[in-house]
């Protein structure tokens, strides 16, 4: 595809960055309500935690699939798709006259979601043909998500005390309308070579072995993990496991490419991924509930005190950045980041009724320090040890890895909350009593982020390339390494400039299936 006009270039990124832009709203803005939803809907714990599950266990199990299917059918129509899907979700979750209703249309924006971030940025890759072009703008777009984030909390809180917590689905109709109609006029159709062959049975497998482990997980607090029905989904989702391993392993276009796996810096990266993640949704989902229903503070006051965590999550990536394009590698800010998440889990497990406000902000920064430094580097530390045209699919493991441990955080943490306190009431006056298993437990997660962090392989950057992109210091230009271990400097400063939280999502198994994708991350 020959270069488009540059205005229309930029009125496509600004579309691919509204849709990014609205899921990292989404993200916080929906855990900041969440205890006023549960006053609205009469939910319990358990309900509050499918109302986030369902929709990041769906949007985990359906990145495959929304990126092979725009391939074969085309990007424009899928991205539009998508577009109406989760427009059309959150509006119906602002009029949802029910728990059930919610969460079922949270999963319908999960559908749409899933075709938005992997489509993204092959539409971007294919009107960007020059390679620095290309990476500027995916780092513009990535970017997107933190802002996204950062915005969550205090818009979430303004609109929830002026309309209610229905108004915080409302900001996206705008949006995906706009952005809808803007899709039809100016982006243009396009489609793989070689698209992926689609794996339907691989994806039900996916998809019901998610569904019975996070059912078992968060059901089983609220009901008896002893019951034989709980028993039984924890022994279904384990016995799925090598049923789905096997199928994978015999298909020549598998779903997920297990043989992958074989790079410890990509495994590292996944270990990563789902345990820092799955401390930021314990994270959202605690002092969400933390702070209104036991500190008794309004929606507004607790979305003001998480921006601290959002700023930190939004301005750290670029520091990251820098040690990576220093040292050449990507293991010294996941180990830092890794420690910091330590020292701020160790911090939340002490945290009670009269924490000092000071002190509160400390460690709600000192969590987004070390989330902005781990977050931004995975899927550099995925793409590390991986052969130059399966870049695109390490960082979508990753981007995967990073949405369903997101889910497990929410799912764990929640289920032990209910466990110790029955119910929001229980859990408001015995918060650090309820709430400490589930601290230790994501402190664990941490110690395996550092832990990983250290094994992560350095990243050799050609051509003195990482300089040029990364705008930091003078990057070592290195030979190249034997056969299949890269250099992997284009998608590793793709992602390592970017500031978005799970945004490379947007390169889910979509740019290794381009001829133009693939010099995009061999020769940046």
């Keep these: 595809m020959s270069e488009l006009d540059p ?69 424009r129509r899928v991205f539009r798709i998508g577009l109406a899907i989760f427009t059309l979700g959150s509006a119906l979750c602002s009029v949802a006259p029910s728990l059930g209703w919610l969460i079922a249309f949270r999963v319908l924006q999960a559908v749409g979601g899933s075709m938005l971030n992997p489509v993204a940025v092959s539409i971007i890759s294919g009107v960007y043909v020059r390679p620095r072009a290309r990476a500027q703008a995916i780092s513009v777009w990535v970017g997107m998500y933190g802002l996204g984030m950062a915005t969550g909390p205090a818009l979430g809180g303004i609109l929830i005390a002026a309309v209610g917590w229905r108004g915080i689905f409302w900001v996206n109709i705008p949006i995906g309308l706009c952005a809808i109609a803007l899709t039809a006029r100016i982006i243009p159709e396009s489609r793989a070579e070689r698209p992926r062959r689609q794996d339907p049975f691989g994806q039900f497998l996916v998809i019901v072995m998610l569904a019975s482990l996070f059912w078992a997980i968060i059901e089983g607090a609220y009901t008896n993990w002893h019951a034989i029905a709980i028993r039984g989904l924890f022994i279904w989702a384990v016995a799925l496991l090598p049923v789905l391993i096997a199928w994978e392993l015999r298909r020549r276009e598998p779903l997920i490419e297990l043989r992958s796996f074989r790079s410890t810096s990509l495994s590292a990266a996944v270990v990563i991924a789902i345990c820092a993640f799955a401390d930021l949704g314990g994270f959202l989902f605690l002092t969400s509930i933390y702070l209104q229903n036991l500190r008794g503070l309004s929606v507004l006051d607790a979305g003001l005190h998480m921006l601290p965590t959002a700023v930190a999550m939004a301005l ?5 950045a820098w040690l990576t394009a220093r040292t050449g590698s990507a293991r010294l800010p996941l180990v830092l ?11 939340l497990s002490q945290l009670s009724a009269t924490t000092s406000t000071v002190r509160l902000l400390v460690t709600f920064g000192l969590f987004g320090v070390g989330m902005g430094l781990v977050n931004s580097q995975i899927s ?90 990364l705008g930091v210091g003078h990057a070592r230009s290195e030979r190249h390494a034997r056969t299949g271990e890269l250099p992997r400097a284009g998608a590793a400063a793709r992602e390592a400039s970017g500031s978005g939280l799970g945004a490379d999502s ?19």
């Excluded at 600004?14 to 916080?28: E, H, N, P, R, Y």
């Excluded at 980041?337 to 911090?347: K, N, P, R, T, W």
């Design 316 to 320: 750290c990536p670029s520091a990251a």
């Design 337 to 347: 980041g890794g420690l910091v998440l330590m020292l701020s889990m160790s911090e």
């Design 506 to 524: 947007g390169s889910v198994f979509t740019f290794d299936h381009e001829e133009g994708a693939a010099d995009h991350a061999s020769q940046l």
């Design 380 to 469: 550099v530390a995925a793409v590390a040890g991986m052969p130059a045209g399966q870049a695109g699919l390490a960082s979508g493991i990753a981007s995967a890895s990073r949405q369903l441990g997101q889910a497990l955080g929410v799912a764990v943490a929640g289920s032990l909350l209910t466990a110790r306190a029955g119910s929001l009431a229980g859990a408001s006056a015995a918060f650090g009593m309820a709430t400490n298993p589930a601290w230790h437990l994501l402190f664990v997660g941490a110690c395996l982020v550092t832990a990983a962090g250290l094994v992560t392989r350095r990243a050799r950057p050609r051509h003195g390339v990482a300089r040029g992109f």
């Design 7 to 75: 205005k229309r270039r930029l009125v496509i990124l600004a579309v691919s960055c509204l849709s990014l832009f609205m899921i990292g709203v989404d993200d916080t803005i929906v855990s900041i309500a969440l205890p006023t939803i549960a006053r609205g809907l009469h939910a319990s714990v358990s309900g509050l935690q499918w109302i986030v599950d369902g929709y990041t266990m769906v949007l985990a199990s359906l990145l495959i699939f929304g990126g092979a299917t725009a391939d074969r059918f085309g990007r």
